[in-house]
């Protein structure tokens, strides 16, 4: 009998298309069971997200237009891991920037595959507090154009739920982070 639980092994690469932030590669596998299948992957290095919190118990999100998606979606601060970085160096650095906040107070919240069916992505969050308004926010990427909101949790989750926020990295967080945003409601 197989075992159906050992990788596949590797017998071509081929890297399609390789972009600012991923490269897509479509390669061919021996499967456990001996066939052999080609894959599409997404190869991207990593995010880092932040479920921010003020003082008050408000969530600050960011509103940013997506071009994959071709609207702007409401989000958490988030960014890509850049070359060896370390995820919470990505993220301590993002939500400065994004937001014009820097947070005194951090707690992982755990990490998770955006679309294992196809890309190899892995979010790293993090719930940020004690947060304290930078006297003169970091100046945007040049292909971004930021707007910062906030919202209470109930208006927040009403905003899931009606589906004013999609984006699933962003509803992920805040599910990690609901137990610890209701031990200090």
């Known amino acids: 009998m197989s075992n159906t639980h050992s990788p596949a092994e590797v017998l071509e690469r081929h890297c399609f298309c390789r972009s600012r932030k991923f490269t897509f590669e479509v390669n061919q596998y021996r499967l456990p069971h001996g066939a052999v299948a080609v894959m599409g992957t997404v190869r991207h290095p990593g995010g880092a997200l932040a479920v921010p919190v003020t003082p008050s118990g408000h969530l600050v999100l960011v509103k940013q237009y997506r071009f994959a998606t071709e609207k702007y979606l409401l989000e958490f601060p988030a960014g890509t891991v850049e070359d060896h ?14 937001t014009g906040y820097r947070a005194h107070q951090w707690q992982p919240l755990g990490e998770f595959y955006i679309a294992p069916g196809y890309s190899d992505e892995v979010i790293y969050a993090y719930l940020a507090t004690d947060l304290e308004p930078l006297a003169t926010p970091p100046a945007q990427d040049d292909d971004e154009h930021i707007e910062t909101l906030e919202f209470s949790i109930p208006d927040f989750e009403a905003a899931i739920r009606s589906g004013q926020v999609v984006d699933a990295k962003t509803i992920t967080s805040f599910y990690l982070a609901l137990p610890y945003l209701s031990a200090t409601s």
């Open 85 to 98: 970085e370390n995820p919470f160096k990505t993220i301590e650095r993002e939500i400065q920037e994004e």
